[in-house]
């Protein structure tokens, strides 16, 4: 059977939420929960490496963290150079860590009742947000005449066409790529877990290992276009901190 027939069925109930009503607005509360489970993790795992972090011995943890730092420091210098925003490599360190976790959520068996947030469009499209508008105060205070320069080049008639790019289809595509690739994650779990129990253990882990690995692909493309963005619309006077 189909996807689309299972679902009609109500075996399979992708994009279903579980709600509350607060002041006329619908919280999709599993959402909400697994956002601040995956922020606690990410937080929790942060507080703890401050107060263990040691030159001596590295723990696994920490050369993760180091590894992950150095590999956004690289791609914002790479980028940017001197011309990055303060704060960019640590916001970049950060929306890996939570897109990541909150991805991985998808592993356990719980992901019926507490689907991994960014499965959530509505969770992408503020992560989104939160990005662009960040990447565009930047931009316009760190060099007005660039930034409007920036749309009339290499040809004034363009200008709509960068617009329509810049601020519809770039965070349109940035967002849906997320969501699209972890929600697709999801249906597949559910459509695996219609199979016999003799066999379904088998494919069902191949699965979830193979989900987490595009939950992470995810995490470090969001990551790098976010900074490849950034770079874009650099100046010459800012260091990457």
Known sequence: MTIAVLAAEGEITPGEHWTVEVAGLTLNMDTILATVIAGGIVMGLGLYMAGR?????PTKLQLAFEALTTWVQGQVRDGLGLKAPTGLVGFGFTLFSFILISNWLAALPTEHILPPPTADVNLVYAMTICVFVWLNVW???????????????????????EIITLYFARPLSLSLRLFGN????????????????????????????FDMFIGAIQALIFTLLTIIYFSEYAGEEEEAH
Request: glycine residues 8%.
């Open 182 to 209: 972890i929600f697709a994650g999801g249906i597949m779990v559910s459509v695996i877990a219609l199979l016999p129990s003799y066999i379904l253990w088998l494919p069902n882990a191949g699965w979830k290992l």
């Open 139 to 161: 931009a316009i205070r760190h060099s007005p005449k660039h930034y409007v320069k920036h749309w009339v080049e290499p040809y004034a008639f363009l200008a709509p066409i």
């Open 53 to 57: 972090a040691t030159k001596g011995r």
